[in-house]
């Protein structure tokens, strides 16, 4: 299963863009990039995706680079609500999700 | 359809018994996988299932673990003989079988308590 690095911990001020990076070296050509976010004692939630080009869904955006060799997840004015633990996973054509630690989000007042 | 329901919420349970934890996908979903999260840590897979046919088993799906999906819809994951180590949240969650593209759906989970 391919890996991702992320940093363990991130803070932000609330109402200020966040953005949480994500390395994934190892990514082959028809991985998908996704991201998921887990409030304390829920399960996870699908926040976005992308394979090459960057996107854009009313929760976030994904920078993806040319590369492909990393990722950034964009979150434009980070709210209370966004605390979360953020995954960045590769999906391969097997389809399951490996998870890794994440990264923890503290959003400021 | 609310989305991927998991039953029950909490779980506590004596070492040496035995559980079941049901899971309830979203309708149209034909993938179903199982992971465990233990605290401070993200979820790891255990096994997923197309339709009925389970399709693949982590090595952390040891003897005591077994999962049935019988008519392609709702699923179950029993453990037998509990251990204390088995305490964990146990997730659940469904999606399309769109390959790699496309997001799945997780439920709340079942969280366990061996005493």
């Known amino acids: 299963d391919a890996k991702t690095t992320q940093p363990n911990s991130m803070e932000s001020n609330e109402e200020e863009p966040v953005h949480l990076p994500c390395n994934h070296s190892?990514?082959?050509?028809?991985?998908?990039i996704h991201w998921y976010r887990q409030l304390p004692s829920q399960g996870p939630e699908y926040v976005i995706h992308?394979?090459?080009s960057n996107v854009n869904n009313r929760m976030a955006s994904l920078a993806i680079a040319e590369d492909r060799k990393s990722s950034t997840l964009i979150l434009h004015r980070a709210t209370l609500r966004d605390a979360a633990v953020y995954y960045c996973i590769l999906r391969e054509t097997g389809n399951q999700f490996y998870f890794g630690t994440g990264t923890s989000l503290t959003v400021i007042p | 359809d609310t989305g991927v329901s998991q039953d029950p919420r909490h779980k506590i349970t004596k070492r040496g018994q035995n559980v079941t934890f049901r899971c309830d996908p979203i309708?149209?979903?034909?993938?179903l996988y199982w992971y465990r999260q233990t605290l401070g840590q993200g979820p790891e897979f255990l096994t997923y299932?197309?339709?009925?046919?389970?399709?693949?088993k982590s090595r952390l799906l040891s003897d005591r673990f077994s999962a049935e999906r019988p008519k392609g819809s709702f699923s179950t994951l029993e453990i037998q003989r509990t251990e204390q180590g088995d305490s964990a949240m146990y997730l659940c969650?469904?999606?399309?079988?769109?390959?790699?593209?496309?997001?799945?759906?997780f439920g709340q989970g079942t969280r366990l308590t061996v005493v």
């Open positions: 992308g394979l090459t």
């Open positions: 299932f197309q339709n009925e046919a389970q399709l693949e």
């Open positions: 309708s149209e979903h034909n993938r």
């Open positions: 190892t990514i082959s050509g028809t991985d998908y």
């Open positions: 969650a469904s999606s399309w079988p769109r390959g790699p593209n496309t997001e799945a759906f």
